[in-house]
């Protein structure tokens, strides 16, 4: 169960709790964290020194920075001062992370001290000592159990002539307090995220950031931190939480460094906060490839996603068509650079509307777009209806693949086409694109969508080739009666796509969704069977097309709601659903895990589960090996599932993972032999 929906309810649980226990019956019971109250270095009446309540917690017990994150409670302090004296607000050092059930603790884990500025009396006797006492109370944590504490603290504090080197120790603690900028952050805060813009020299080394906001509840502790880097200015991308407040006037924070314990705090306001930047390697993205190996590596992803059954009949059908009789040279070409056209254009507006979605703070991935139940219908209407015309149901001009002689309708269909082939070809991720799409979502605008305009260019390399050198043209057949059996058994891939998407629909909407999106695709084939009629008998059929067009977006627009998708999951393994909860846990025990991210409208997922994972010898190797299976469904949106997905570097499904009993982990291959599942157990 993923604990994070209840993260306000345990916070405010444990605050209830805390109010219960802190009484005279556990005061009694010696404190797992002890303090201290020591007065710093004597000043002058009127002046200012400084208190430090030092917090010393045994091993495995941990207290809490001011805000604590999804658990426990920061200190709370009541004061008794001497007339005229006043402390200041308590300064806090850097604190750490501490992920427990997939709820994020700032903590600190080791001795740590909280600095107060005290100002001394104007009236005050030099040479005196002034009595000052604190009510302290906090909670002592481990990761199993917590315990409010308290003490009531005192010391005197010394009036007089600052003495040499009577401030070494509070020194030290001011190292570990985070350096205050010198200028201010800006902010800008959506229902999705808070981005921010921290001025930090480009020389500044950040080899584990992470950002701790001052304000609760204003973001989601446990998601991960996007940093990217543009000249002098640090870039963070953080998802609000689920209760998050509406707005905010400013955000205070500290910006912690490195592993060990350096940091800034800043202060942001609303202001410009720019897009793109150079993503951090060693943050919470991985380091990337080479910007030229990513280009190379999408243009081959998108050259094998020309042998998916939806892709292979269009691409089939174009190629033929430069056969026709007739065709130039010319021609040939130019409708080459239309096709291709189309489907570089298909392919940079989905990356396009995928990088604006992920910038306003969505956790989308590649092949969001069947995600959508409303696209899913779509995609099988059109498909239907592709598998309808390349059966010669009817003569309507699916994109490009009939229509007349003239140039221009050549070079509209081509394009046309190409946008249809790009649309339908993307959903699953391959070998080698899956690295270049990954990187996408983490590079900056400009470069990103180069690698989409490559995956483009990969899925139109076939039909480019065709088009521009005339000895693979003069290999196809010469036009003929054959064509037209050829197109009919164009007619089984697609065919065969349409099914799919008629289970995907059924899986992404529920059975009441799927029956009425199948009477739906029915009456649009009576209706298609009925313009084919006209059309034979050489009547124009042109208005009920468009009358067919409205009925289909009519579909579209009164569809209900699609049912939530089921629980439970059909394995022979014992497979669990998978959460952040859920790894933490089962990595924490000492077990091997196995983590693959699958999706219904993903074909390689589907492949590989029926070859590797779904196996009699895979479950006799994870049941002897003790090996915890989990499993991340994407067919529906799941921010989770999302935000895992763009940790490990990758756009999409398929994904899957392998952590050893040491904690190390591997990202496994994409696509999986029968054996590397059963070997992996065995190592």
Same mark, same amino acid.
């Given at each position: 169960?993923?604990?994070?929906?209840?993260?306000?309810?345990?916070?405010?649980?444990?605050?209830?709790?805390?109010?219960?226990?802190?009484?005279?019956?556990?005061?009694?019971?010696?404190?797992?964290?002890?303090?201290?109250?020591?007065?710093?270095?004597?000043?002058?009446?009127?002046?200012?020194?400084?208190?430090?309540?030092?917090?010393?917690?045994?091993?495995?017990?941990?207290?809490?920075?001011?805000?604590?994150?999804?658990?426990?409670?920061?200190?709370?302090?009541?004061? !008794?001062?001497?007339?005229?004296?006043?402390?200041?607000?308590?300064?806090?050092?850097?604190?750490?992370?501490?992920?427990?059930?997939?709820?994020?603790?700032?903590?600190?884990?080791?001795?740590?001290?909280?600095?107060?500025?005290? !100002?001394?009396?104007?009236?005050?006797?030099?040479?005196?000592?002034?009595?000052?006492?604190?009510?302290?109370?906090?909670?002592?944590?481990?990761?199993?159990?917590?315990?409010?504490?308290?003490?009531?603290?005192?010391?005197?504090?010394?009036?007089?002539?600052?003495?040499?080197?009577?401030?070494?120790?509070?020194?030290?603690?001011?190292?570990?307090?985070?350096?205050?900028?010198?200028?201010?952050?800006?902010?800008?805060?959506?229902?999705?995220?808070?981005?921010?813009?921290?001025?930090?020299?480009?020389?500044?080394?950040?080899?584990?950031?992470?950002?701790?906001?001052?304000?609760?509840?204003?973001?989601?502790?446990?998601?991960?931190?996007?940093?990217?880097?543009?000249?002098? !200015?640090?870039?963070?991308?953080?998802?609000?939480?689920?209760?998050?407040?509406?707005?905010?006037?400013?955000?205070?924070?500290?910006?912690?460094?490195?592993?060990?314990?350096?940091?800034?705090?800043?202060?942001?306001?609303?202001?410009?906060?720019?897009?793109?930047?150079?993503?951090?390697?060693?943050?919470?993205?991985?380091?990337?490839?080479?910007?030229?190996?990513?280009?190379?590596?999408?243009?081959?992803?998108?050259?094998?996603?020309?042998?998916?059954?939806?892709?292979?009949?269009?691409?089939?059908?174009?190629?033929?068509?430069?056969?026709?009789?007739?065709?130039?040279?010319?021609?040939?070409?130019?409708?080459?650079?239309?096709?291709?056209?189309?489907?570089?254009?298909?392919?940079?507006?989905?990356?396009?509307?995928?990088?604006?979605?992920?910038?306003?703070?969505?956790?989308?991935?590649?092949?969001?777009?069947?995600?959508?139940?409303?696209?899913?219908?779509?995609?099988?209407?059109?498909?239907?209806?592709?598998?309808?015309?390349?059966?010669?149901?009817?003569?309507?001009?699916?994109?490009?693949?009939?229509?007349?002689?003239?140039?221009?309708?050549?070079?509209?269909?081509?394009?046309?086409?190409?946008?249809?082939?790009?649309?339908?070809?993307?959903?699953?991720?391959?070998?080698?694109?899956?690295?270049?799409?990954?990187?996408?979502?983490?590079?900056?605008?400009?470069?990103?969508?180069?690698?989409?305009?490559?995956?483009?260019?990969?899925?139109?390399?076939?039909?480019?080739?065709?088009?521009?050198?005339?000895?693979?043209?003069?290999?196809?057949?010469?036009?003929?009666?054959?064509?037209?059996?050829?197109?009919?058994?164009?007619?089984?891939?697609?065919?065969?796509?349409?099914?799919?998407?008629?289970?995907?629909?059924?899986?992404?909407?529920?059975?009441?969704?799927?029956?009425? !999106?199948?009477?739906?695709?029915?009456?649009?084939?009576?209706?298609?069977?009925?313009?084919?009629?006209?059309?034979?008998?050489?009547?124009?059929?042109?208005?009920?097309?468009?009358?067919?067009?409205?009925?289909?977006?009519?579909?579209?627009?009164?569809?209900?709601?699609?049912?939530?998708?089921?629980?439970?999951?059909?394995?022979?393994?014992?497979?669990?659903?998978?959460?952040?909860?859920?790894?933490?846990?089962?990595?924490?025990?000492?077990?091997?895990?196995?983590?693959?991210?699958?999706?219904?409208?993903?074909?390689?997922?589907?492949?590989?589960?029926?070859?590797?994972?779904?196996?009699?010898?895979?479950?006799?190797?994870?049941?002897?090996?003790?090996?915890?299976?989990?499993?991340?469904?994407?067919?529906?949106?799941?921010?989770?599932?999302?935000?895992?997905?763009?940790?490990?570097?990758?756009?999409?499904?398929?994904?899957?993972?392998?952590?050893?009993?040491?904690?190390?982990?591997?990202?496994?291959?994409?696509?999986?032999?029968?054996?590397?599942?059963?070997?992996?157990?065995?190592?």
């Amino acid at each position: 169960m993923d604990l994070r929906c209840y993260r306000p309810f345990m916070a405010l649980l444990c605050q209830l709790l805390a109010l219960i226990l802190w009484s005279p019956a556990a005061l009694a019971v010696p404190n797992h964290i002890a303090a201290e109250l020591i007065a710093g270095p004597a000043a002058e009446p009127g002046g200012e020194t400084t208190l430090a309540i030092r917090m010393t917690p045994e091993k495995g017990w941990h207290g809490y920075w001011v805000n604590p994150g999804d658990a426990g409670l920061g200190m709370q302090l009541d004061w !008794t001062l001497p007339k005229g004296a006043k402390v200041g607000e308590p300064a806090y050092p850097v604190p750490q992370t501490l992920l427990v059930q997939g709820l994020m603790n700032h903590v600190y884990e080791s001795e740590y001290a909280v600095l107060v500025p005290f !100002t001394m009396p104007a009236d005050v006797n030099p040479e005196s000592r002034l009595p000052v006492r604190v009510k302290a109370q906090w909670l002592a944590c481990t990761e199993e159990i917590c315990v409010p504490e308290s003490a009531d603290l005192a010391v005197e504090v010394p009036v007089g002539a600052p003495q040499p080197g009577a401030a070494a120790k509070f020194d030290a603690w001011r190292q570990r307090l985070p350096a205050p900028l010198d200028a201010p952050a800006a902010m800008a805060l959506s229902d999705k995220a808070l981005r921010l813009a921290i001025p930090l020299p480009a020389s500044v080394e950040l080899s584990a950031p992470h950002v701790f906001i001052r304000e609760d509840k204003v973001v989601d502790y446990a998601a991960p931190q996007m940093f990217t880097r543009k000249g002098d !200015t640090l870039l963070v991308t953080i998802p609000r939480a689920k209760f998050a407040p509406r707005g905010a006037d400013s955000i205070e924070g500290v910006l912690k460094l490195d592993g060990q314990g350096n940091g800034v705090s800043f202060a942001a306001r609303p202001g410009d906060v720019p897009a793109g930047g150079v993503p951090l390697a060693g943050a919470e993205t991985p380091e990337l490839p080479a910007l030229p190996w990513l280009l190379l590596a999408a243009l081959a992803g998108g050259l094998l996603l020309n042998v998916m059954p939806c892709v292979f009949p269009i691409l089939s059908l174009k190629a033929l068509s430069l056969a026709r009789a007739g065709e130039s040279e010319a021609h040939a070409r130019i409708e080459g650079l239309a096709y291709t056209a189309g489907v570089i254009a298909a392919c940079l507006a989905l990356g396009g509307v995928l990088l604006a979605l992920r910038a306003g703070g969505e956790q989308v991935g590649w092949a969001f777009q069947l995600q959508e139940p409303l696209v899913v219908v779509a995609l099988f209407l059109l498909a239907s209806a592709i598998t309808a015309n390349l059966l010669g149901l009817f003569e309507f001009t699916v994109p490009g693949f009939v229509g007349n002689s003239s140039p221009r309708s050549y070079t509209q269909g081509a394009f046309a086409t190409g946008l249809l082939a790009a649309f339908v070809a993307t959903p699953c991720t391959g070998p080698f694109m899956a690295s270049a799409m990954g990187a996408a979502l983490l590079l900056p605008v400009l470069p990103a969508l180069t690698l989409f305009a490559a995956l483009g260019l990969g899925i139109a390399l076939p039909f480019l080739a065709v088009a521009f050198v005339p000895a693979l043209r003069t290999r196809l057949p010469r036009p003929g009666a054959w064509m037209v059996r050829f197109r009919h058994w164009m007619a089984v891939p697609m065919g065969l796509t349409a099914l799919a998407l008629a289970w995907l629909v059924w899986k992404v909407g529920g059975p009441t969704f799927g029956l009425l !999106t199948l009477i739906a695709v029915l009456l649009l084939i009576a209706v298609l069977g009925w313009l084919g009629l006209r059309q034979r008998k050489g009547k124009s059929a042109r208005r009920q097309a468009w009358i067919a067009i409205a009925g289909c977006a009519a579909v579209l627009l009164t569809l209900p709601q699609p049912a939530p998708p089921a629980a439970g999951i059909e394995s022979i393994l014992d497979t669990k659903p998978f959460s952040e909860a859920a790894l933490a846990k089962a990595r924490a025990e000492g077990k091997p895990v196995f983590v693959y991210m699958t999706a219904d409208w993903c074909l390689t997922c589907k492949v590989n589960e029926e070859v590797a994972i779904e196996r009699a010898d895979t479950k006799t190797a994870f049941d002897k090996a003790g090996v915890v299976v989990l499993r991340g469904d994407w067919t529906r949106r799941d921010p989770e599932i999302t935000r895992y997905l763009t940790a490990q570097g990758a756009a999409g499904v398929p994904l899957y993972m392998w952590y050893a009993k040491d904690g190390s982990a591997e990202k496994l291959p994409q696509v999986l032999t029968p054996a590397l599942l059963a070997e992996k157990a065995a190592q």
